[in-house]
């Protein structure tokens, strides 16, 4: 961590914590954070307040998930009081209304979620905001009640008129040390400097960070997770029955070291193995061998096989995976006739292995809809290893 004088921040639409651990990687200390959802906030708990003691949570605010618009109605006058004690803002409200990954619908109601932020904001005032969500952000609905106008457009304007210097950008994470091919849309507000100074040192900042770090500019997916491979051996699971999970394997590369690092444990955590069907097995054993990488499966080859998910693909060893999301079967491993486990997918969104998750695996049916398991978690977050960057600059002009 960095030794510099702390400033402090508040995580909303915090997830289980991958925005909180960049920025307790970077020195920052958090206030408190906002989850609404208890399996998420669960994993956060465990690993920023439990164990690693990174918030000073106030006395008016249980350690507990909580609802946004509870709080704005509940605790308006505890964050009124915050006014003029708090540096940075951060978060993001949940993409699925945004994301072309999804139905992309502007009457999903998480959609209005954004108005929760701005109002947040409004009541606290910190100094800077950083704001995070799906590239369909800043991208036209076609349905009202915004008749065409975009969410990325009404989130600048007001933030413009509570006094903040904003500059929004698209970032591809894969440009930033991450083993992901993920562009996000990243605004940041600052009340007392040019926010457009932030996007050109955090570019131009890059490689020396990571060289002082040891770890390398360009990571594949093998770079990030062929220390998991099942060829390494496996174990029954020590959190589910019935399953097995694998073992670590000798550190291949700087990424590896770097992400095993103050991970006393000897398994690693979240790990377990799908327990795939002998039909599956040999399926993914044909798409290993003939289908294309990083690519959606050949149509023809999704009919063959009455593949009836629109989406599969076949991670490149020798590439950045392309992004994540939150659902256990869109990737086959690169080498292995597998999906990927959380702790892979967590490698890859550059979440340090002592970071562990909490609650179930998966889920499905109607619970996707109130449910947050630990490959949603994970999907969900953003890169750490990004926000860490961010977090430095930040700092730096603060």
């Known amino acids: 961590m960095v030794n510099s004088p702390e400033l402090n921040y508040i995580d909303i639409f915090a ?13 920052w200390k958090g206030l408190f954070a906002i989850e609404k959802n208890e399996m998420a906030f669960a994993t956060l708990k465990h690993n920023l307040i439990d164990n690693k003691h990174h918030f000073d949570w106030p006395e008016w605010l249980p350690q507990s998930a909580h609802d946004i618009n ?9 964050l009124k009081a915050l ?16 994301s072309y990954a999804g139905k992309r619908d502007e009457r999903d109601h998480r959609n209005q979620l954004v108005s929760s932020y701005i109002e947040f904001v409004r009541l606290v005032k910190p100094r800077m905001v950083f704001f995070e969500n799906v590239r369909g952000f800043t991208s036209k609905f076609i349905q009202k009640p915004t008749e065409g106008k975009k969410y990325s457009d009404i989130v600048i304007g007001r933030l413009a008129e509570l006094g903040y210097d904003v ?6 994470f894969s440009n930033y040390g991450i083993p992901q091919r993920r562009k996000r849309f990243i ?30 500019y360009n990571v594949t997916a093998s770079d990030a997770i062929s220390d998991l491979e099942r060829r390494h051996g496996d174990i029954n699971s020590p959190d589910s029955k019935n399953f097995m999970a694998g073992v670590y394997g000798l550190p291949e590369g700087s990424y590896q070291t770097y992400m095993r690092k103050s991970y006393q444990e000897q398994y690693p955590d979240s790990h377990r193995f799908v327990n795939h069907k002998t039909k599956t097995i040999e399926r993914f054993k044909y798409f290993i061998e003939t289908s294309p990488k990083n690519k959606n499966l050949p149509a023809v080859t999704r009919k063959q096989f009455n593949v009836r998910k629109n989406c599969i693909t076949l991670l490149d060893p020798d590439q950045p995976s392309p992004t994540l999301t939150t659902l256990t079967d869109d990737y086959i491993h690169y080498c292995e006739p597998r999906v990927l486990t959380v702790r892979e997918f967590a490698r890859l969104q550059s979440f340090n292995d002592w970071f562990e998750f909490r609650e179930k695996y998966t889920t499905g049916g ?17 890169p750490p290893l990004f926000v860490e960057q961010v977090g430095t600059i930040l700092k730096a002009m603060g």
């Open 83 to 98: 006014k003029g004690k708090v540096d940075l803002v951060a978060g993001g409200p949940p993409c699925q209304g945004f």
């Open 167 to 172: 500059k929004p950008n698209i970032i591809d």
């Open 366 to 382: 109607k619970f996707r809809v109130s449910e947050v398991p630990r490959y949603t978690q994970v999907g969900n977050a953003i």
């Open 15 to 27: 997830g289980c914590g991958g925005l909180s651990l960049g920025l307790y990687n970077a020195g």
């Open 187 to 216: 605004l940041v507000g600052m009340q007392e400097s040019d926010a457009k100074i932030f996007f050109e040192r955090l570019d131009h900042n890059k490689r020396s960070f990571l060289k002082k770090k040891k770890l390398p």
């Open 70 to 78: 509870k709080i704005l109605i509940n605790n308006r006058s505890d």
